[in-house]
């Protein structure tokens, strides 16, 4: 497709329930990336994908989150045991390239429509 | 802590008004900048970006911002704002070469 994708757009969840959200990033793209959006803030850091390869997960709130891209395209973000407080939205952003110190600049994320999880 | 500030949370405007929406930031090293836009049902996307050279950076449907490195301020700018502009706006720096760390975001409402 023409840009990032997520699916579902949005999840009901139970307190308790587990949840994967999905992400197709932009075809090719290198660089794969994971946002957690509350209401009326700014998106948060998760975790960043570098192909296959998980590079920095700093950004996940606690071993209940999980996300993998085995096999460098298609990612998903598992939330375990939901909680109310997982109640967001969820960005997921690709760019074309990797990350790199030598270029000392930082590609343009382009960002999918979100997935909004409600934790009842 | 590297951190980026919006000082506006909520702005309205009438349409023709000149818009100006600030942004600071705390980073010493070599700074990349981005200003997001997300319009209503719509995904974040790309409004403009700084990366080096000439600090006045022009964006996408007549949007500029300007890096002033020793204010270390990035603000967004528009001479003359449309009703279509109503969206909510985020200033971006990376932090290190791929790690976003956004604003809180600015409301804007455009009158007609």
């Known amino acids: 497709g023409a840009g990032v994708s997520q699916s579902p757009r949005y999840k009901v969840a139970k307190r308790g329930q587990d949840v994967a959200l999905r992400c197709d990033p932009i075809?090719?793209?290198?660089?794969l990336f994971w946002y957690q959006q509350a209401l009326g803030q700014g998106p948060e850091f998760l975790t960043y994908?570098?192909?296959?390869?998980?590079?920095?997960k700093s950004g996940l709130p606690s071993d209940r989150f999980f996300a993998e891209r085995p096999e460098g395209s298609v990612s998903t973000l598992k939330i375990q045991r939901t909680q109310q407080e997982d109640s967001a939205v969820y960005l997921c952003?690709?760019?074309?390239?990797?990350?790199?110190?030598?270029?000392?600049?930082?590609?343009?994320?382009?960002f999918g429509p979100g997935t909004r999880l409600t934790v009842l | 802590a590297q951190s980026v500030s919006q000082h506006n949370h909520h702005v309205i405007l009438s349409e023709a008004a000149s818009l100006e929406l600030g942004c600071n930031y705390s980073?010493?090293?070599?700074?990349?900048l981005f200003w997001y836009v997300q319009y209503p049902g719509q995904h974040l996307q790309l409004l403009l970006k700084?990366?080096?050279?000439?600090?006045l950076v022009k964006g996408i449907k007549g949007f500029e911002a300007e890096f002033i490195k020793s204010k270390f301020s990035f603000n967004l700018r528009k001479p003359s704002v449309q009703w279509s502009d109503t969206a909510e706006y985020f200033c971006?720096?990376?932090?290190?070469?791929?790690?976003?760390?956004f604003g809180t975001g600015t409301r804007l409402k455009v009158l007609a």
């Open positions: 952003a690709s760019s074309p390239s990797e990350s790199s110190q030598v270029q000392r600049r930082t590609d343009t994320q382009y």
């Open positions: 075809s090719g793209h290198v660089s």
């Open positions: 994908f570098q192909n296959e390869a998980q590079l920095d």
């Open positions: 980073y010493g090293g070599t700074v990349n």
């Open positions: 700084y990366f080096s050279g000439d600090p």
């Open positions: 971006a720096v990376p932090l290190g070469t791929y790690k976003y760390i």
